[in-house]
């Protein structure tokens, strides 16, 4: 890669990073998996900078990377039955454990039902975007949204401590 390639692509990462690793995080509902996740997708995208720039759209190339690779490690996961053990909770407040309750039912999600949610609610993009990204129709992103937040919903009646669920964005 030239000089010129080079600075344009850093130029890029400083200015989407922040973004980018919310995004990341929202994907994978950890921290240090969304920057792990973030970091993979940066480095294939510098791979392939000079074809990613000229198609005029590197964040969505980005985001598209972090969702394909974040459901490939799920299945793996999935077939691997690999689980790892949480690190101890802090003392519980009802906040915090609503907080918890959400991401777990969250992580529990599907994979393409946790990306919608990430993307439609976190990420707060529209329909159209969502099924750009997730490369299907809008009509299989709005099913999918209806059927994650059904879930949800299910997942968290029991465990509301005061708080309303809803369809609104989410934020950790």
Not at 34 to 56: C, F, I, N
Not at 92 to 107: G, Q
């Amino acid at each position: 890669m030239d000089a010129d390639g080079q600075d344009a692509f850093d130029g890029f990462v400083r200015a989407r990073y922040a973004d980018l690793l919310r995004f990341a995080r929202a994907l994978t509902g950890s921290p240090e998996d969304g920057a792990d996740l973030l970091h993979d997708a940066l480095a294939g995208t510098l791979r392939a900078w000079h074809r990613v720039e000229s198609h005029g759209d590197p964040e969505g190339y980005v985001r598209r990377a972090m969702v394909n690779r974040n459901i490939s490690l799920w299945r793996r996961r999935t077939r691997e039955h690999v689980h790892l053990s949480l690190a101890p909770d802090p003392p519980p407040t009802a906040d915090h454990e609503w907080r918890v309750s959400v991401w777990a039912a969250i992580r529990a999600l599907p994979p393409r039902q946790r990306t919608v949610v990430a993307l439609r609610f976190y990420e707060e993009l529209p329909v159209s975007k969502v099924a750009d990204l997730m490369g299907c129709s809008e009509g299989t992103v709005k099913s999918q949204t209806a059927k994650a937040v059904a879930k949800l919903r299910l997942a968290l009646a029991d465990n509301s401590f005061g708080q309303e669920v809803s369809d609104g964005p989410v934020h950790p």
